[in-house]
């Protein structure tokens, strides 16, 4: 069956820096646009980032751009989300997902797999 599964989270003072893991099983993980979206305390989805199939595209929330990157190893089926200069607001429960679609066909609420999620939280 599809897992996605997400780690790396955890506590990170702002200005610091975190990478995501996102290990993909029970499919063809090359076939897919890769997403992370999160969710803050009380706020609803909001995406990240996408990637394309191969890595070549990648695409980045305003919010985010400049600070973090997403890539991927097919070879490995994981998916990764750097995130540099933290701030207090990037806090949140990160997901990843998949989907066939590129980004601009779907929105956070209709990939077809998510992860469990793994916590990050920037505070001094």
């Known amino acids: 069956q599809v897992q996605l599964v997400e780690s790396g989270g955890g506590l990170v003072q702002p200005g610091g820096s975190l990478r995501l893991s996102c290990a993909a099983s029970?499919?063809?993980?090359?076939?897919?646009?890769m997403y992370w979206v999160r969710q803050a305390p009380g706020k609803g989805l909001e995406w990240v980032s996408a990637?394309?199939?191969?890595?070549?595209?990648?695409y980045y929330a305003d919010s985010v751009k400049g600070r973090f990157t997403i890539s991927r190893d097919n070879a490995k089926n994981t998916l990764y989300l750097q995130m540099n200069s933290l701030k207090p607001e990037d806090t949140a429960l990160y997901y990843c997902?998949?989907?066939?679609?590129?980004?601009?066909?779907?929105?956070?609420?209709?990939?077809?797999?998510w992860g469990q999620g793994t916590q990050v939280t920037v505070s001094s």
């Open positions: 997902a998949r989907d066939s679609r590129p980004p601009w066909m779907v929105t956070t609420t209709t990939y077809d797999y």
């Open positions: 029970g499919f063809t993980f090359s076939s897919y646009w």
């Open positions: 990637i394309n199939t191969g890595g070549g595209s990648t």
